[in-house]
């Protein structure tokens, strides 16, 4: 699989990929909508995570939905937020009853992000899979738990059932964003298989699932179902922090939201994602800082690539 041509995410690939920007007259509608549905009571701050990631890459507006139990304090954490409550699973999921308005939600933003902090796998696969048919309206971000649609009901895998696999083909490419540890939950294959080979595991699940996968680390491949591949060797150790993929997935968000395609938002996300990193390890050191410090670096960091 590695035969084939990969491009480094350098300054040289991004300045030759301009991101779309807004005109001078531009509303906040325009400037794009993100919606991100994540957080759970468990894990409230990643919807406030990836929501601060969205609005930092320049979208005009967020909309969280999150755990009923914690949306007034996601709400008053992020005030720049529309913050929908959706009722809970008994195991800290998302119940089927707020996916009609999800559906809604969906219908209305440029960018659907689902998963971060997410609990109760069974529900988050059984939300994105209510959802699908609304995939052709937005751009579609998966991450942490959503990923758990990958895997078929019956716990089979790539290896195990490539019967079962190919029916989780996606109808429209949507991006996925695992770690290596989630891409071998949802293939069944070894987590040091697929680091012996990222490459061949990112292309292959692109071209099965019909994904765009970023599949992360500290080398993040990039993989379409056409089969571009994109490879990005940056940033630092630092950014190995819970929430730091988090902050990734809602970059991404918003960057789709602003008009960029998935392959696009993906790049410039991860590429922006380590360039923060890098500026936080040279301010704080490599260890210690936070991802909820992530977002804010990304506007200097955008003019500065935008004039590059
Ligand atoms: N946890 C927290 O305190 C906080 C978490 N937050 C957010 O919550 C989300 C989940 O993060 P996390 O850290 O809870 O789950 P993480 O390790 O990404 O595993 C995810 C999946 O990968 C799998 N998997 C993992 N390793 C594996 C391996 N070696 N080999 C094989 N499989 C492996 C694992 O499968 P399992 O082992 O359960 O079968 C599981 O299904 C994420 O959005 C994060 O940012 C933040 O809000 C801040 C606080
Ligand atoms: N050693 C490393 N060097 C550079 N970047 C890293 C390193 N380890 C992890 N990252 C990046 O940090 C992010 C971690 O995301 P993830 O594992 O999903 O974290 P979480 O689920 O805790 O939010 C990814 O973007 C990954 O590429």
């Known amino acids: 699989m590695s035969g084939t041509d990969i491009t480094d995410i350098d300054l040289q690939t991004l300045r030759n990929w ?20 994540a957080g759970s009571r468990e ?7 990836a929501a601060n990631g969205v609005l930092r890459a320049g979208a005009g507006k967020v909309t969280i939905a999150t755990a009923a139990h914690t949306a007034a304090h996601v709400a008053t954490a ?65 991450d942490a738990a959503a990923l758990a649609v990958l895997r078929p009901p019956g716990g089979a895998s790539l290896l195990a059932d490539p019967v079962d696999w190919e029916h989780m083909r996606f109808a429209e490419p ?31 699940a692109a071209q099965r699932w019909n994904a765009v ?27 190995a922090i819970s929430g730091s993929g988090d902050t990734l997935a809602g970059i991404i968000a918003g960057l789709a939201a602003r008009g960029a395609s998935l392959e696009q938002a993906a790049a410039w996300g991860v590429a922006l994602h380590a360039a923060a990193g890098d500026q936080l390890a040279m301010r704080f050191g490599t260890l210690g800082y936070l991802a909820r410090e992530i977002p804010a670096e990304i506007p200097a960091l955008l003019r500065t690539l935008a004039q590059a």
């Not at 894990?43 to 995570?49: I, N, S, V, Y």
């Not at 998302?94 to 109760?120: N, T, V, W």
């Not at 996968?213 to 630092?238: E, F, H, M, R, S």
């Open 213 to 239: 996968v970023a599949l992360k680390g500290a080398l993040t491949i990039i993989a379409a179902p056409d089969g571009k591949q994109w490879q990005q060797q940056g940033g630092n150790v630092g950014l």
């Open 78 to 142: 992020l005030p720049e937020a529309r913050v929908v409550a959706l009722a809970e699973t008994p195991g800290g999921g998302f119940a089927a009853e707020g996916i009609r308005r999800l559906g809604e939600l969906a219908a209305k933003a440029d960018a659907l992000l689902i998963g971060p902090g997410m609990q109760d796998e069974q529900a988050s696969a059984e939300l994105v899979r209510a959802l699908l048919p609304r995939y052709a309206l937005c751009k579609v971000i998966l």
């Open 43 to 49: 894990m409230p701050g990643a919807a406030l995570l």
């Open 18 to 37: 301009p991101l779309p920007m807004p005109r001078f007259d531009d509303d906040k509608e325009v400037r794009g909508h993100a919606v991100v549905v």
């Open 174 to 204: 949507v991006l996925l964003t695992p770690h290596a540890g989630e891409m071998a939950h949802a293939t069944g294959m070894e987590k040091k298989e697929i680091e012996a080979d990222p490459r061949g595991a990112a292309q292959r």
